[in-house]
C-alpha cells in the first residue's frame, strides 16, 4: 500500500502541475545540492529571431538568407525555426537543397545546386577544420558579447556568412535563482551554445556555474562530474539533447513544453512549462516528507 503522506504528497504536487513519474525522486527533492538547467527553452524562452546578418564579398544578404534557410529545410531546431522566418519574412525564397543531414550539436548540412552547404556555430567550423574570415570573426565577437547566438554559413569550404540570433530571457529564471539560492540551493547552467552567450546569461541571472559548448553526448557527463563531488544532482530540461543528463541526474526534471524523448527520461514533468515550479517541488518536498520523519 501508498503511504497515505505520500499519496496526499503525489495528488498535492498534481495539483501543482507535477506529474510525479518516481516517488523517490519527490522525496529526495528536500536535499537536492545543486540544480542545472539546460539554457536555450528552458531559461530562455527559446524563440531565436535573426537580428543581424554580415557577409563577405562572396555573397549578398538575401542570398545568404535564402542558401541558409535551404539548408536548414529540414531542422527542427530553434536555430533552423529562425532562419526560415527570417527568410520568410525577407520574402527570400529558399533554393531546393536535398541529402539534409544533422551534424548534432554543432548545425547541419545539405547539398543545394550540387554544392554541400553548411550552417552551424563556431564548433562547426573546428569540425570542418575552417578559419572564419576577419569580418565575419569581428562581427561574431560583437554579436557574442550581446549574448547573441551566432551561426555561419559555409557554401564550397568558405564561411561566406555570419547571422547573429537573439534569445530572450525568461522573466520567471530570475526569480528562479534566487529562490533556489535562498533554499540553499547551488544552480548551474548546461548549453551547447558558445561560451560567449553561455556566460552573458548567467552573469545576468546570477548562476554559479556554467558549462558552455557542451556537445549532446557529452552532456550527461557535465552531471556526473557534480556527483562525483559528493552533490545530489537535479537537472531540468526541454529537449532531445538533454535526455540521457535527465536520466543520469539524481533528480531528472522535464519542462512542460518538453519533447516526448525529454518527458520519457524523466522523474518529475514540470506540466505548466513554469521554472518556477522548481522551487515549488522543492518546497513541495520539504514541507511533506518533513512530516514523515
Ligand atoms: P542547446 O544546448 O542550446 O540546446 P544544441 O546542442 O541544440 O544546444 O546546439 C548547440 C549548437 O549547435 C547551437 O548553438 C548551434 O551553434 C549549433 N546548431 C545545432 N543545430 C543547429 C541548426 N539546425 N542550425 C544551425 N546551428 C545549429
Ligand atoms: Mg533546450
Known amino acids: 500500500a501508498i503511504p497515505l503522506v505520500v499519496a496526499i504528497n503525489t495528488s498535492m504536487a498534481a495539483r501543482n502541475g507535477m506529474l510525479i513519474r518516481d516517488r523517490i525522486a ?42 541558409a534557410a535551404a539548408v536548414e529545410g529540414d531542422s527542427e531546431h530553434m536555430i533552423a525555426q529562425a532562419v526560415r522566418k527570417e527568410a520568410d ?21 545539405a547539398t543545394v545546386e550540387e554544392e ?34 551566432v551561426v555561419y554559413l559555409v ?7 555570419a547571422f547573429a540570433m537573439a534569445d530572450v530571457i525568461r522573466e520567471e529564471s530570475y526569480r528562479v535563482v534566487e529562490a533556489l539560492h535562498n533554499l540553499g540551493i ?21 548562476i554559479d556555474t556554467v558549462f558552455a559548448e557542451v556537445l549532446p553526448e557529452d552532456k550527461d557527463k557535465k ?16 529537449g532531445v539533447n538533454d535526455a540521457p543528463a535527465l536520466t543520469r541526474a539524481d533528480i531528472g526534471i522535464a519542462i512542460g513544453s518538453g519533447t516526448d524523448v525529454a518527458v520519457q527520461s524523466a522523474d518529475i514533468i514540470l506540466v505548466q512549462n513554469n521554472p518556477m515550479d522548481v522551487v515549488r517541488l522543492v518546497k513541495l518536498s520539504r514541507a511533506s516528507y518533513k512530516r514523515m520523519r
Do not use: C, W
Not at 155 to 161: F, I, K, S, T, W
Not at 187 to 196: E, I, N, P
Open 155 to 161: 557554401r564550397d569550404g568558405q564561411a561566406v556568412a
Open 26 to 67: 519527490m522525496e529526495q527533492a528536500r536535499d537536492l545540492d545543486t540544480i542545472v538547467f539546460d539554457k536555450t527553452g528552458t531559461l530562455t524562452k527559446g524563440e531565436h529571431g535573426v537580428v543581424d546578418v554580415e557577409t563577405t564579398d562572396a555573397i549578398n544578404e538575401d542570398e545568404a538568407l535564402a542558401l
Open 223 to 238: 552531471v556526473t562530474e557534480l556527483q562525483d563531488q559528493g552533490k545530489l544532482v537535479g537537472m531540468v530540461g526541454d
Open 89 to 109: 519574412e525577407k520574402g527570400v525564397t529558399a533554393p531546393n537543397a536535398t541529402n539534409f543531414e544533422a551534424i548534432k550539436g554543432r548545425g547541419v548540412r
Open 186 to 206: 547551488e544552480v548551474a547552467m548546461l548549453t551547447g551554445d558558445s561560451a560567449d552567450v553561455a556566460h552573458a546569461v548567467a552573469e545576468d541571472l546570477g
Open 116 to 149: 554541400t552547404v553548411h550552417v552551424g556555430g563556431p564548433n562547426l567550423l573546428e569540425y570542418l577544420d575552417n578559419d572564419v574570415p576577419s569580418s565575419l570573426q569581428a562581427f561574431a565577437d560583437e554579436a557574442g558579447a550581446n549574448a547573441q547566438t
